[in-house]
T-cell receptor, first 110, second 112 residues
């Protein structure tokens, strides 16, 4: 089965750095995805990790430790537009379906 | 390049009625996925097409749901008869491989 745990809500200040953690237990694994979803909109792809380590992509970075079943998404230089839900999603080895967590609702304050 | 489109954006139907949702994937994407988010819950996988074939339909809740992808292009998801617990947002996503999935804006279904 799948068990994905991430904080429900987080609040941070514009210009700051925030780290959103995700722990998972899955019956299989094919990489870990992070998606961003603004209210009422479609989820959009942010990052993908299949090997251990840090992947950096502009203001966003994602880290994976497969042995610990742990990932985090790091957002730097926060902007108001970063207020959204961030979804941790281990990929299933069954050809690509995503298993989503509940998501972390991030509020960026001025 | 046009993104994934879904129709309708909203649908309100009565319990027992039938509704058909449509998804047009990005042109050339062989992989098409349906997901659903019920109020207060996480987004859950429903099924996966590769071209016109059902690759994985392990997430389909019951036989009231029927998905098709004739010709390997657009897909439809029919709910017949609809029940109250079917209310939620239905997302479609497409992908050229098993990597990044591009999501549509979703169809908000309300069953009253």
């Amino acid at each position: 089965g799948q068990n994905i745990d991430q904080p429900t809500e987080m609040t941070a200040t514009e210009g700051a750095i925030v780290q959103i953690n995700c722990t998972y237990q899955t019956s299989g694994f094919n990489g870990l995805f992070w998606y961003q979803q603004h209210a009422g909109e479609a989820p959009t792809f942010l990052s993908y990790n299949v090997l251990d380590g840090l992947e950096e992509k502009g203001r966003f970075s994602s880290f994976l430790s497969r042995s610990k079943g742990y990932s985090y998404l790091l957002l730097k230089e926060l902007q108001m537009k970063d207020s959204a839900s961030y979804l941790c999603a281990p990929g299933s080895p069954d050809r690509g379906k995503l298993i989503f967590g509940q998501g972390t609702e991030l509020s960026v304050k001025p | 390049e046009a993104g994934v489109t879904q129709f309708p954006s909203h649908s309100v139907i009565e319990k027992g009625q039938t509704v058909t949702l449509r998804c047009d994937p990005i042109s050339g994407h062989d992989n098409l996925y349906w997901y659903r988010r019920v109020m207060g819950k996480e987004i859950k996988f429903l099924l996966h097409f590769v071209k016109e074939s059902k690759q994985d339909e392990s997430g389909m809740p019951n036989n009231r749901f029927l998905a098709e992808r004739t010709g390997g292009t657009y897909s439809t998801l029919k709910v017949q008869p609809a029940e109250l617990e079917d209310s939620g947002v239905y997302f479609c996503a497409s992908s050229p491989d098993h990597y990044e999935q591009y999501f549509g804006p979703g169809t908000r279904l309300t069953v009253t």
